[in-house]
């Protein structure tokens, strides 16, 4: 039963390759999934959450106000996400749009809350 491995400084060039060309691929993807997933949740934002927090309806706090966003930042993103999930006072759960994966809430809140820094 082999317990470990042995490597030639002669492959060394060859695994050296091998592992940049997936540095390489894996720093593609990363990207590309990076900008689409801010144009996903931009989309999510304008469809389920906007007409609430862009005009501050019901109590929503309006995207980018400093002071109505602090304490609820400063209570954390677990409060914050629980918010959005299961939904608060006027606000129902996942912005009234069950269908949203939790993943994607989540993400819709991290970019809310990013609009405050």
Known sequence: MPVGSLILISDLPKITETLEKRVDLV????????????????????????????????????LGDKLAWASRIQSGKNALYKSALKGKNAMPAKGGNISLSDADVMATVDYMVSQFK
């Open 27 to 62: 720093t593609a993807a990363v990207s590309v999934t990076t900008t689409e997933n801010i144009d996903k949740i931009q989309i999510i934002y304008t469809a389920n959450c906007s007409s609430c927090h862009t005009n501050g309806i019901a109590g929503a706090p309006k």
